[in-house]
């Protein structure tokens, strides 16, 4: 069964970090585009950030240009958004979704989700 799996959020204070991570299970995500995104109470989803199954390459939404990072280990068939400079309006679900199309910020194009994680930035 095809599965992705998120994990490292939680609750921490504005200017901290954390390091979300997007496990595969039952694919190989060497052939895969992954993105991030979130998605807070009442609003619409937002892409965060996405990189390529070819050639690595990663793009962001301006509201995290600077303070967030994506990177891939695709031999823990893991991907992780590194998120540093937290602000308050980071809060959110957060999820990793795979295509195996072309990396893009537009979640309706992602193929699998996994089932979230929450992201608290407060003091």
């Known amino acids: 069964q095809l599965q992705l799996v998120e994990s490292g959020g939680g609750l921490v ?3 901290g970090s954390l390091r979300l991570s997007c496990t595969a299970s039952g694919f190989n995500l060497d052939y895969y585009s992954i993105g991030w995104f979130r998605q807070a109470p009442g609003k619409e989803p937002e892409g965060v950030s ?6 690595g390459s ?4 301006d509201s995290v240009k600077g303070r967030f990072t994506i ?14 400079s937290l602000k308050p309006e980071d809060t959110s679900v957060y999820y990793c979704a ?3 199309t072309i990396a893009t910020l537009i979640w ?5 989700w ?3 994680t929450q992201v608290t930035v407060s003091s």
């Open 71 to 84: 990177s891939r280990d695709n031999a823990k068939n893991t991907v992780y958004l590194q998120m540093n």
């Open 98 to 100: 795979a295509t195996s």
């Open 114 to 116: 996994g089932q979230g």
């Open 108 to 112: 309706g194009l992602y193929d699998y």
């Open 50 to 55: 996405c990189i390529s199954s070819s050639d």
């Open 13 to 15: 204070q504005p200017g």
């Open 58 to 61: 990663a793009n962001y939404a």
